[in-house]
């Protein structure tokens, strides 16, 4: 099923499971437990189209199953500056149409267009790995919501997030809406996005969005000290433990105390059973 998704837009299924593939501005690499996603055209800022959200589709689709943590980063100076602007032009990107020929489709059509292109964002929570964003210069309206649909993003001192879809008269629709409310709260949600403000590394770290910020040169050995440390834990303990970590919010006390206990049983059960 996923192959012929896959093959279906052009990619192949087969190379992201040997673990190397490079399409659309993405590279893909793994290297045993760790797979490196890298937006590839540094030259346009890691601009994002509608292939490189079918990319990162088709990667979550395949993930090979040794993989535990999920690296996403960026080729050159900034991150991501989001959309490719020419989407919101009557041309378009070539051989990928624009919103303005999107938006005259019918309601349905369009809604059914971008749940595809968030399909490749929302895998990156899947409880089985540790998604990180490395983030570096720009992260903008589409480049933001990259960085949040990971788990953790390690940030370089000249990182610059911003959510500029309301500037532009748009909505943040890439996923990203929900992880930031629960990473800094509503009001500074609201706050950030209404504004289209830029939040930088010193605010970006006090406010939850960023777990590390290092000196941009420090970025690499700072995802790999992190990734050291994730690798240290149990597998399956950890996919369990983000389990019930992700579920918590929607929970009780008393739910989140009964699943505690469920997965408790499982562990016990795979260890000692
Ligand atoms: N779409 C298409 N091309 C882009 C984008 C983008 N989002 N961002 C940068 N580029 C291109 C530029 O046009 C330029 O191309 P050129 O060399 O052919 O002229 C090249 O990338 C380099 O861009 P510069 O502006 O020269 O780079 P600089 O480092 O000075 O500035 C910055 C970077 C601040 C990111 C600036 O390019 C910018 O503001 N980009 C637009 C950001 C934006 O509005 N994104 C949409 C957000 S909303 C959403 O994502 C849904």
Redesign the pocket.
């Known amino acids: 099923m996923a192959e012929a998704q896959a093959q279906q837009r052009g990619g192949n299924a087969e190379e992201v499971s040997a673990g190397k593939t490079a399409a659309d501005g993405v590279r893909f690499e793994v290297d045993g437990e760790i797979a490196t996603i890298t937006l590839d055209r540094p030259?346009?800022?890691n601009?994002q189209t509608f292939a490189t959200w079918s990319e990162l589709a088709r990667i979550g689709e395949n993930l090979p199953e040794q993989v535990r943590v999920v690296v996403v980063k960026g080729e050159g100076?900034?991150f991501s500056?989001?959309?490719?602007?020419?989407m919101f032009t009557p041309e378009g990107v070539p051989g990928q149409g624009s919103f303005s020929a999107a938006a005259k489709s019918d309601g349905a059509t369009f809604e059914q267009r971008i749940r595809q292109a968030q399909a490749g964002f929302l895998w990156l929570r899947r409880p089985e790995i540790v998604s990180i964003a490395a983030v570096q210069g720009?992260a903008?309206?589409?480049?933001f919501q990259l960085a949040l649909a990971c788990d953790l993003r390690i940030v370089a001192d000249d990182v610059s997030f911003c959510m500029?879809?309301p500037a532009?008269g748009?909505v943040p629709d890439l996923t990203g809406t929900k992880p930031l409310v629960e990473l800094v709260g509503l009001a500074k949600a609201i706050d950030i996005c209404l504004t289209a403000r830029t939040v930088r590394a010193d605010e970006a770290l006090r406010i939850g969005l960023a777990e590390i910020a290092v000196a941009g040169g420090d970025l690499d050995q700072a995802v790999q000290n992190k990734i050291a440390e994730l690798l240290a834990t149990n597998r399956d303990a950890a996919a369990a433990t983000k389990r019930l970590l992700q579920g918590a919010q929607g929970r009780t006390l008393e739910e989140q105390s009964v699943a505690e206990g469920i997965e408790q049983a499982a562990r016990l059960k795979a260890l000692f059973g």
Do not use: M, T, V
């Open positions: 030259e346009k800022r601009a100076p900034s500056a989001g959309i490719d602007l020419r720009h903008i309206g589409a480049g500029k879809e532009l748009l």
